[in-house]
């Protein structure tokens, strides 16, 4: 059975329907890109603090794949800002800890220790707007490059051996058009495990938002005493990661079910 990431046995979407959303205009000073390194601890800290000028386009661990995750491993994040923003940002991953000074039964003092700001690099170069149009190239390649697939994938049958999360659907950035022939394309060929509701809301401009369930419940309009998984994603524009890991893995959930995966059947006797 593959490993989850993120469960999802109901996914609202609401896409924008440009494939690439236009720069940010709002901001007014200088941008640079900067490498930020710290441990995982101070860079939790600092997302928890307020950073909206800034554009973080990736955080990774600085460690080999086979070692975990730890507070104190070392992670470096890929981010777009002003001077001050960076600053600020680094400085709010700054460690406070305090340590007691015990003799005998009392307290005869702290000590109080404030960790160093996170380490920042600044890139000698950096054009947002030449950074934009080597993103949009390289989506446009993408898609040319994997032009067809839809069609290959809804040519297949009952028959066919198809994995969904090998689908080259997932190799690139998807216009909202693309998303939802997908999806419709999943309820069509696994109508016993999945069903969509067409319209459960609209977005700002009147747009319907539909709905997918996921379930191996045989009364899909009866009550049940099963606990649902609701995943919401895409509530903001530029947050296509968070759709593309919602759409992952619910094709990975119709994997395991259309191939028996055990796991898999067990999870949704509990879960509807």
Same mark, same amino acid.
């Given at each position: 059975m593959?490993?989850?990431?993120?469960?999802?046995?109901?996914?609202?979407?609401?896409?924008?329907? #440009?494939? !690439?959303?236009?720069?940010?205009?709002?901001?007014?000073?200088s941008?640079?890109?900067?490498?930020?390194?710290?441990?995982?601890?101070? =860079? %939790?800290?600092?997302?928890?603090?307020?950073?909206?000028?800034?554009?973080?386009?990736? !955080?990774?661990? !600085?460690?080999?794949?086979?070692?975990?995750?730890?507070?104190? &491993?070392?992670?470096?994040?890929d981010?777009?800002?002003?001077?001050?923003?960076?600053?600020?940002?680094?400085?709010?991953?700054?460690l406070?800890?305090?340590?007691?000074?015990?003799?005998?039964?009392?307290?005869?003092?702290?000590?109080?220790?404030?960790?160093?700001? =996170?380490?920042?690099?600044?890139?000698?170069?950096?054009?947002?707007?030449?950074?934009?149009?080597?993103?949009?190239?390289?989506?446009?390649?993408?898609?040319?490059?994997?032009?067809?697939?839809?069609?290959?994938?809804?040519?297949? &049958?009952? %028959?066919?051996?198809?994995?969904?999360?090998?689908?080259?659907?997932?190799?690139?950035?998807?216009? #909202?058009?693309e998303?939802?022939?997908?999806?419709?394309?999943?309820?069509?060929?696994?109508?016993?495990?999945? &069903?969509?509701?067409?319209?459960?809301?609209?977005?700002?401009?009147?747009? #319907?938002?539909?709905?997918?369930? !996921?379930?191996?419940?045989?009364?899909?309009?009866?009550?049940?005493?099963?606990?649902? *998984?609701?995943?919401?994603?895409?509530?903001?524009?530029?947050?296509?990661?968070?759709?593309?890991?919602?759409?992952?893995? =619910?094709?990975? =959930?119709?994997?395991? *079910?259309?191939?028996? %995966?055990?796991?898999?059947?067990?999870?949704?006797?509990?879960?509807?």
């Amino acid at each position: 059975m593959k490993v989850w990431g993120l469960l999802c046995a109901f996914a609202v979407l609401n896409l924008p329907f #440009s494939a !690439i959303a236009a720069p940010s205009r709002h901001h007014h000073a200088s941008r640079h890109r900067y490498t930020i390194e710290g441990t995982k601890a101070a =860079m %939790d800290a600092a997302l928890k603090t307020s950073h909206s000028r800034l554009d973080i386009r990736s !955080i990774k661990a !600085i460690t080999d794949a086979d070692r975990p995750v730890t507070a104190d &491993t070392r992670v470096r994040a890929d981010v777009v800002g002003s001077n001050k923003d960076v600053e600020l940002f680094a400085a709010a991953g700054a460690l406070h800890s305090t340590t007691e000074i015990h003799a005998g039964n009392r307290i005869r003092g702290k000590v109080t220790r404030t960790s160093s700001p =996170m380490k920042v690099l600044k890139h000698k170069e950096y054009n947002e707007a030449q950074v934009v149009a080597k993103d949009r190239g390289e989506v446009t390649a993408c898609l040319e490059r994997t032009e067809g697939y839809l069609d290959e994938l809804k040519r297949t &049958t009952d %028959d066919d051996d198809v994995v969904y999360t090998e689908s080259p659907f997932f190799e690139c950035f998807r216009p #909202s058009h693309e998303v939802f022939d997908f999806l419709d394309t999943l309820v069509e060929q696994n109508p016993e495990f999945i &069903t969509k509701y067409e319209n459960v809301s609209v977005t700002y401009e009147g747009r #319907s938002i539909p709905a997918f369930k !996921i379930s191996t419940t045989t009364n899909r309009n009866g009550d049940s005493d099963k606990k649902t *998984l609701y995943t919401q994603a895409l509530i903001h524009a530029r947050e296509w990661q968070a759709g593309a890991a919602t759409f992952f893995t =619910m094709a990975s =959930m119709l994997d395991d *079910l259309r191939a028996g %995966d055990d796991a898999a059947s067990r999870l949704f006797d509990k879960f509807d």
